[in-house]
């Protein structure tokens, strides 16, 4: 079974300022995709950006990029230049390929993160 | 792009009385979905993934004459709780594969009093 573990449970950032979260599973799968999803006070679940273990370039979406470390089995989350709307439960999550039984997203326990002005 | 639109956002009922939950894939054909349920400040836990045209798969530990999963339809999926207690108060979110993405409604805050 996969785990996916989250060992922040808060952080939080100054305005402008550079954070990152952490993020460690254990798969035996070679082939697998890595999700950010951020949950802010609605509730609503928001992709923030996606890697397939594939694809050595690690991933960018404009202020978030990952380091994903597949040998460590670790996939970070790096905002820069943080905003007073990033603050949210930020989760990460594991899914096996589409084609393999009992594919589906395995959460971490998240991190609340909290930006201030 | 892909919307997932889960209904009612919010629902306060009586203990004992059942409710029903409804997950639509709008633009999409799901032919698998997901429920989850989160406590406050906790994980999404998954209880169960609905295949259309099949009986759905429950994760360990959550009953399945409890919570009752269909899925009719390529764009429908409802979660039904049967006799409703207050200890099933909390937030259900559902989700929906459209080939290698996942897409997730808004969900539903039960309160059962």
């Known amino acids: 079974a996969q785990t996916v573990t989250q060992s922040q449970p808060e952080m939080s950032v100054q305005e402008a300022e550079t954070v990152t979260l952490s993020c460690t599973y254990d798969t035996s799968e070679s082939n697998y995709y890595l999700f950010w999803y951020k949950q802010p006070p609605s509730r609503q679940m928001i992709l923030v950006i996606r890697q397939e273990a594939y694809k050595q370039q690690n991933a960018t979406e404009n202020r978030f990029s990952v380091n994903f470390q597949k040998a460590a089995k670790s996939f970070s989350l790096k905002i820069s230049d943080s905003q007073l709307g990033d603050t949210a439960m930020y989760f990460c999550?594991?899914?096996?390929?589409?084609?393999?039984?009992?594919?589906?997203?395995?959460f971490g326990e998240g991190t609340q993160l909290t930006v201030n002005p | 792009g892909a919307v997932v639109s889960q209904h009612p956002s919010w629902v306060i009922c009586k203990s004992g009385t059942s409710v029903k939950i409804e997950c639509r894939s709008l633009?999409?054909?799901?032919?698998?979905m997901f429920w989850y349920r989160q406590f406050p400040k906790q994980s999404l836990m998954l209880m169960a993934t609905?295949?259309?045209?099949?009986?759905?798969?429950?994760e360990q530990g959550v009953e399945k004459d409890k919570f009752l999963i269909n899925h009719a339809s390529l764009t429908l999926s409802t979660l039904t709780v049967t006799s409703a207690h207050p200890e099933d108060s909390s937030f259900y979110i559902c989700?929906?594969?459209?080939?290698?993405?996942?897409?997730f409604g808004n969900g539903t805050r039960l309160t059962v009093t």
């Open positions: 999550a594991f899914m096996k390929p589409l084609e393999t039984s009992g594919s589906r997203l395995t």
């Open positions: 989700s929906a594969r459209d080939r290698d993405r996942i897409h």
């Open positions: 609905s295949n259309e045209g099949s009986k759905a798969t429950y």
């Open positions: 633009d999409f054909q799901a032919t698998t």
